[in-house]
């Protein structure tokens, strides 16, 4: 088993159940829950969008070639809710993913050890990958924690509802028998 083509096929698969669990998330708020906020230190949906957005456009332009923090990012802009559509939000939530995923799909196995720069701090690619790993699945996190607060008993669960683990361990015992 090649293991750096396997580490980088397990990465892409992540970052896309990542992609898949935020816009299931999203598709559940109207467009006055995207961008609800619970006080001024808080972020509302549409913000965290805009962000994760922001960072990966940044982050993934040029990924082996130039610093992840490109010079035309305003990251204090991707905080401010200037009232984009849920449409315009998940416009530039495509993009910021499209850029991300024709990064890794780039990317060979000696690419792994190179180095790359975010904000002139030198990461080995592996380290880069890892960073944004974490980072984008604690804000996608967030989503997921403002969509719960604000649908309540409406909220569709997009992992195992409280109450249900046994019933699912079954299923999942059943579909998949131990050998």
């Given at each position: 088993?090649?293991?750096?083509?396997?580490?980088?096929?397990?990465?892409r698969e992540k970052f896309q159940?990542?992609?898949?669990?935020?816009e299931k998330a999203v598709r559940q708020l109207?467009?006055?829950?995207?961008?609800?906020?619970?006080?001024?230190?808080?972020?509302?949906?549409a913000v965290?969008?805009?962000?994760?957005?922001?960072?990966?456009k940044s982050r993934w332009s040029d990924f082996l070639v130039s610093d992840g923090e490109k010079p035309d990012r305003n990251r204090e802009q991707e905080f401010e809710d200037k009232g984009s559509t849920q449409?315009?939000?998940?416009?530039?939530w495509e993009k910021g993913w499209e850029i991300l995923f024709h990064a890794l799909d780039g990317l060979e196995e000696q690419d792994l050890l190179k180095t790359v720069l975010i904000r002139g701090e030198r990461h080995t690619v592996l380290e880069a990958i890892e960073r944004q790993i974490v980072h984008y699945s604690a804000h996608i996190g967030q989503i997921l924690y403002i969509g719960k607060q604000l649908k309540g008993d409406n909220w569709e669960s997009l992992s195992?509802?409280?109450?249900?683990?046994?019933?699912?361990?079954?299923?999942?015992?059943?579909?998949?028998?131990?050998q």
């Amino acid at each position: 088993m090649n293991i750096g083509k396997e580490y980088l096929k397990v990465v892409r698969e992540k970052f896309q159940e990542m992609k898949n669990l935020g816009e299931k998330a999203v598709r559940q708020l109207s467009e006055e829950q995207i961008h609800w906020v619970f006080n001024e230190q808080s972020n509302s949906v549409a913000v965290i969008i805009k962000h994760v957005s922001g960072n990966m456009k940044s982050r993934w332009s040029d990924f082996l070639v130039s610093d992840g923090e490109k010079p035309d990012r305003n990251r204090e802009q991707e905080f401010e809710d200037k009232g984009s559509t849920q449409q315009e939000l998940m416009d530039a939530w495509e993009k910021g993913w499209e850029i991300l995923f024709h990064a890794l799909d780039g990317l060979e196995e000696q690419d792994l050890l190179k180095t790359v720069l975010i904000r002139g701090e030198r990461h080995t690619v592996l380290e880069a990958i890892e960073r944004q790993i974490v980072h984008y699945s604690a804000h996608i996190g967030q989503i997921l924690y403002i969509g719960k607060q604000l649908k309540g008993d409406n909220w569709e669960s997009l992992s195992i509802p409280k109450g249900k683990s046994e019933e699912f361990l079954q299923q999942m015992l059943k579909k998949n028998p131990s050998q």
